[in-house]
């Protein structure tokens, strides 16, 4: 699975697991801010599958991880990626 705007340009950030993509186009269409495109890579299966192209623009909104048929990508916001990282953090060091 790959992940995108690591640099946190945008509120939020996709993650995208590229041999399951079948290149319908779902959630480059649906995107409200229009932050996705197709790449140039394939996959195993011969599709192109989506990149967060314009990381900036990416909400974590979640709205092409709904979209998808096949489970293949989904958005998330960094705030609540933190927060989970967080309670993880605190999970880990509780006794
Ligand atoms: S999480 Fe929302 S804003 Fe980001 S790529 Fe997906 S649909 Fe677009
Ligand atoms: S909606 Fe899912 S299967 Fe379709 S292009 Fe996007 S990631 Fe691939």
Same mark, same amino acid.
């Given at each position: 699975?790959?992940?995108?705007?690591?640099?946190?340009?945008?509120?939020?950030? &996709?993650?995208? *697991?590229? =041999?399951? $993509?079948? #290149? @319908?186009?779902? %959630?480059?269409?649906? /995107? !409200?801010?229009? +932050?996705?495109?197709?790449?140039?890579?394939?996959?195993?299966?011969?599709?192109?599958?989506? &990149?967060?192209? *314009?990381? =900036?623009? $990416?909400? #974590? @909104?979640?709205? %092409?991880?709904?979209? /998808? !048929?096949?489970? +293949?990508?989904?958005?998330?916001?960094?705030?609540?990626?933190?927060?989970?990282?967080?309670?993880?953090?605190?999970?880990?060091?509780?006794?």
């Amino acid at each position: 699975m790959s992940q995108e705007g690591t640099e946190r340009k945008g509120k939020g950030t &996709v993650f995208v *697991r590229a =041999e399951v $993509c079948k #290149g @319908c186009s779902y %959630c480059i269409d649906f /995107c !409200p801010t229009h +932050a996705l495109d197709f790449g140039r890579d394939y996959n195993q299966k011969g599709y192109h599958f989506p &990149v967060l192209a *314009r990381e =900036e623009d $990416c909400t #974590g @909104c979640d709205m %092409c991880g709904l979209m /998808c !048929p096949d489970f +293949a990508i989904f958005g998330v916001r960094w705030k609540d990626l933190d927060a989970r990282a967080a309670a993880n953090v605190s999970t880990t060091v509780q006794p």
